[in-house]
C-alpha cells in the first residue's frame, strides 16, 4: 500500500516531497489541491509543476479508500457506506440526515470508523463480536468524510467518532486525524462539529486534553456503578468514579466544551429508577448531556430494549433534576447501520 499524503503532517510535507526552500509555497498549494477542492487525484492538481506531480504520484497516494457499496434506509433516509481499502479490508460508515429546527435545512453528519473490528468487546455490541482487524490510518479516517461527499454531493456538517472501533485505542491515528480536521489548513471543522465517542479509556481521555484540538467528548457510560459496567463492558478496567474524573478534567482543560454521556438502556440491567437517580446524583450541576439510546438488538446477543415506559420514567428522573437528556430515536436498523449494529 502506497503511503497516503494524508497521513503526514502538515509540517513535514515539504520535507518528504524535498522542496527546496524557495518553494515551500508548494505545500499551501497543494493543501488547497487536496482539501479546499477536494482534488482526486495528484493529476488534478494542474497549478503544480509536472515534475511535483509525478513526484507525488511514485510516493503516494491521495484517496486509496474506495466505496464499493451504499444502502439507503426506506424508514429514516440515514445510510450505510462499505468501503475496501488498499489491503482489501472492508469496513462502513454511516450518514445521519436531519433537519434544522431554525432554519428547516438538511444538515449531514457522518458516523465515521476508526477500527475495523473493534478489541472492547463491549457484550451489548455487534462490533465487538467480530475480530479485530487494524486500526485505521488517518488518512483512512479522513477520506470516510470525503467518500461520504462524493456520494451525497454535499458537505458534511459534523463528525462524530461512533462508527466501528474504539478511537482512543487508535490514539496515534485519531489525534491527527483530530488535527487535520479541526484545522483551517485541513478540513475546517469548528470544534463544536467534531466529537469523540469513547468507551471511556482513561489514560487516553487525560492524553487528548493536552494534544488534541479542542473537540466534544462522548463517553459511553451505560451503568452508575462499577459492577453493572463491568457486565456490559467487561474489558474496562476504570471506575465509574476514575472515568468521571478524566472527563471533568477534560472539560476543564479544553475549556468547559460539551460532554455527552451516551446511554443505551438494557431491560432489568441498567433501567430501574434507581439507577437513574444514582446517575443524576453523580452527574448533577455539571454542564453534560445525557443521551439516551433505544437498544438496537444484534442477532445472537441476548439483551432486550428496555420498555417504553421504563425509558420514559428514567429519561423523567434525570430531566427533573435538571439535566439535559436526549432521548436518541433509532436509525438505520433496516440497513444494520444503527448504533452498536456495524460488523464487517
Ligand atoms: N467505541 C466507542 C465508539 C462507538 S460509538 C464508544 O464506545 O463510545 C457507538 C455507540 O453505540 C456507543 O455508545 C455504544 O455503546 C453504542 N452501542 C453499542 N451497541 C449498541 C446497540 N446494540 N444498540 C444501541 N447502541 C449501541
New binding site residues.
Given amino acids: 500500500m502506497p503511503n497516503s499524503l494524508l497521513d503526514v503532517p502538515f509540517g513535514e510535507w515539504g520535507r518528504v516531497l524535498e522542496l527546496p526552500e524557495k518553494e515551500t509555497y508548494r505545500v499551501k498549494q497543494i493543501q488547497e489541491w487536496v482539501f479546499a477542492r477536494r482534488a482526486k487525484s495528484f493529476d488534478d492538481m494542474t497549478s503544480l509543476p509536472a515534475l511535483l506531480r509525478v513526484k507525488l504520484k511514485e510516493s503516494f497516494s491521495l484517496r486509496a479508500l474506495k466505496t464499493i457499496g451504499h444502502d439507503v434506509s426506506q424508514k429514516d433516509g440515514s445510510s450505510r457506506m462499505t468501503f475496501e481499502t488498499g489491503d482489501k479490508k472492508t469496513f462502513s460508515s454511516v450518514i445521519l440526515p436531519s433537519r434544522s429546527r431554525e432554519t428547516g435545512e438538511e444538515r449531514l453528519s457522518l458516523?465515521l470508523s476508526?477500527q475495523i473490528g473493534?478489541a472492547?468487546r463491549?457484550a451489548?455490541?455487534?462490533?465487538?463480536k467480530v475480530h479485530f482487524v487494524r486500526n485505521l490510518f488517518s488518512s483512512e479516517i479522513m477520506e470516510q468524510v470525503m467518500c461520504a461527499e462524493d456520494v451525497t454531493g454535499k458537505k458534511v456538517d459534523s463528525l462524530?467518532?461512533?462508527?466501528?472501533?474504539?478511537?482512543?485505542?487508535n490514539y496515534h491515528h485519531v489525534l491527527w486525524a483530530l488535527r487535520c480536521l479541526r484545522s483551517p489548513l485541513g478540513f475546517g471543522y469548528g470544534a463544536r462539529h467534531v466529537t469523540v465517542?469513547?468507551?471511556?479509556l482513561v489514560p487516553q481521555i487525560l492524553k487528548l486534553s493536552q494534544e488534541s484540538p479542542k473537540v466534544n467528548l462522548?463517553?459511553?457510560l451505560?451503568a452508575a456503578d462499577d459492577e453493572t459496567r463491568r457486565k456490559i463492558?467487561p474489558k474496562s478496567s476504570w471506575s465509574v468514579q476514575q472515568i468521571l474524573k478524566s472527563v471533568w478534567a477534560y472539560q476543564k482543560q479544553m475549556g468547559n466544551v460539551r460532554v455527552t454521556f451516551?446511554y443505551?438502556l438494557l431491560k432489568g440491567l441498567n433501567d430501574s429508577l434507581r439507577t437513574a437517580q444514582r446517575l443524576s446524583n453523580m452527574l448533577r450541576g455539571r454542564n453534560v448531556w445525557i443521551?439516551l439510546?433505544?437498544?438496537?438488538?444484534?442477532p445472537g446477543?441476548a439483551?432486550q430494549?428496555a420498555s417504553r415506559d421504563a425509558m420514559e420514567k428514567f429519561e423523567g428522573v434525570l430531566t427533573k433534576r435538571g439535566l439535559f437528556v436526549r432521548m436518541r430515536k433509532?436509525q438505520g436498523a433496516d440497513i444494520k447501520a444503527?448504533?452498536?449494529?456495524l460488523s464487517y
Avoid at 293 to 298: A, K, L, S
Avoid at 338 to 341: F, L, P, R, S
Fill in positions: 458516523c476508526t473493534c472492547w463491549c451489548f455490541c455487534a462490533s465487538g462524530l467518532f461512533m462508527g466501528m472501533g474504539e478511537p482512543l485505542a465517542s469513547t468507551s471511556g462522548a463517553v459511553s451505560h463492558m451516551e443505551v443521551n439510546i433505544e437498544y438496537n438488538p444484534v446477543l439483551f430494549k433509532p444503527g448504533c452498536g449494529q
